[in-house]
């Protein structure tokens, strides 16, 4: 019979980390941690431009803003009052824009995913399938046809297009959501359908609540593309009245076409601070949500 000794010998043995293990790992945090770099630096440029002149920007991009180069928040300053449509005004509609976009997006999609996953019937798996087949569909293919039913359809102000972002952001949506509905226990719903809850209760009272992870999850991807997008509202709303932050920057224009460029890179910064700030507080759950949606089912 092996002794306690022995035993505890073998024990802390198994306890020692594998070397090659650890060397591995090591690798790997140093490539990911280079590559995350890769992908901030863009953002450093841009921020540290946003502070120098117009000239020296183009001239000399990389240099940092030392001395004559160095301008504080002028170009801050230009970027809100440049030309005659205030920078305000476009925030405001992006904003707008934005949320009620998204929380159409998270309210019906959420529902269609959830009937089509319990129903279960040919037609919801029709519907499924080409919610599917609308992520294959490239916007270039649909734009032009989209744009034109827009404005007949009185669709081209801040206050409707958001039934445009609907009609094009469901598929991802109800992907997302499907997959994630698929993992939750029917026994719940059985349960609150037994207490007298009706499928408008039952939904916003039981299974609303569960989906909170892929909720926060789809949320945030789809306020980045539509907070983002400048080719859809370009196509769509009455540039004369309405503009979004990314068509702001495009008419950050002096005479003759030419272009102020540290006043454009400080539209770009302060478009960029808003989403930075939601991603960084919620990437937790961006991350669960994907993976439960993904793999559940």
Known sequence: MKSKADTNIMSSEKKV???????????????????????????????????????KV????????????????????????????????????????????????????????WYIVRVGSIFSKAFYGICLFSLA????????TLSSNASRFGLDTPFTIPLVYLGYGTGMAVFMFAGFIKGLPLEIEEAAMIDGCGPIRMFFLVVFPMLRPVTISVGILELMWIWNDYLLPYLVLDLTRYRTIPIHVQYLKGSYGSVDMGASLAVIMMSLVPVMIVYILCQKHIVKGIAAGAVKG
Request: glycine letters at 4%.
């Open 17 to 55: 980390p594998d070397v090659t293990y650890v060397k591995v790992s090591a690798v790997k945090i140093l490539a990911f941690s280079f590559i995350s770099l890769l992908w901030v630096v863009p953002i450093v440029i841009t921020f540290y431009n946003s502070f120098k002149q117009s000239g």
């Open 137 to 144: 569909v490239p916007f270039q293919m649909v734009m032009f």
């Open 58 to 113: 183009s001239s000399d991009i990389f240099s940092l803003p030392f001395g004559d180069s160095f301008v504080f928040f002028e170009n801050y300053g230009k970027a809100l009052t440049f030309g005659n449509y205030p920078f305000f005004l476009s925030f405001a509609y992006s904003l707008f824009i934005s949320i009620v976009s998204t929380a159409l997006i998270l309210l019906c999609c959420s529902m269609a995913a």
